[in-house]
């Protein structure tokens, strides 16, 4: 399969703080590339879908503002959550789509304290 | 929206037995239907796929098989071993776009 790669692996943050998260695809170029949020014990919830050169897509429920997304390159995306609260802790995941799968980062497990 | 249910929430299995999960969804154009293993605290791995061309795919001791009449369809693991042992999420894709909805994962255990 195809491999991905996010970066940090975890970060934390104090409240009100900005945490970039980058994630890569380094085997095949992803022109397409998705990030989800994970709660402990949770299933994997899509926030938004990430499209090299054009504007993110945002589910309904995520703010635009505070997620910030940018897909500058066929290789990577880049997740900016913006004034982090603790309530945004979570582990935040990226995916890459190759041909119709989708291959998972190792996740960004996020603190906010 | 797409909505996928996944039953049972927990399966604890004697090792070499079969697991069998099954998934439900809503959405008629659903057209992809993936399973992913994740171990806790690392990345969800594509284990097998199916798409709706095709009732039914297997992959050494893993199938998956689909019913699109019923809006079903699951995962069976045979010879179940210990390194089984995982959370496994069904996802299906509304709209027939590449957009995934995952289900709520069920817990397999496999019992040495």
Known sequence: GAVVSQHPS??????????????RSLDFQATTMFWYRQFPKQ????????????????????????????HASLTLSTLTVTSAHP?????YLCSGLSSYEQYFGPGTRLTVT | GEN??????????????SAVIKCTYSDSAS???????????KRPQLIIDIRSNVGEKKDQRI???????AKHFSLHITE???????????????????????????QVVVIP
């Open chain 2, 4 to 17: 996928v249910e996944q039953h049972p929430s927990t399966l604890s299995v004697q090792e070499g037995d």
């Open chain 2, 63 to 69: 199938a998956v098989t689909l019913n699109k009449t």
């Open chain 1, 43 to 70: 299933s994997l919830m899509l926030m938004a879908t990430s499209n090299e050169g054009s504007k993110a897509t945002y589910e309904q429920g995520v703010e635009k503002d505070k997620f910030l997304i940018n």
């Open chain 1, 87 to 91: 309530e945004d802790s979570s582990f």
């Open chain 1, 10 to 23: 975890w970060v934390i943050c104090k409240s009100g703080t900005s945490v970039k998260i980058e994630c």
């Open chain 2, 31 to 41: 057209n992809y239907f993936p399973w992913y293993k994740q171990e806790l605290g």
């Open chain 2, 80 to 106: 179940t071993q210990p390194e089984d042992s995982a959370v496994y999420f069904c996802a299906a894709n509304p709209y027939g776009n590449n957009r995934l909805a995952f289900g709520k994962g069920n």
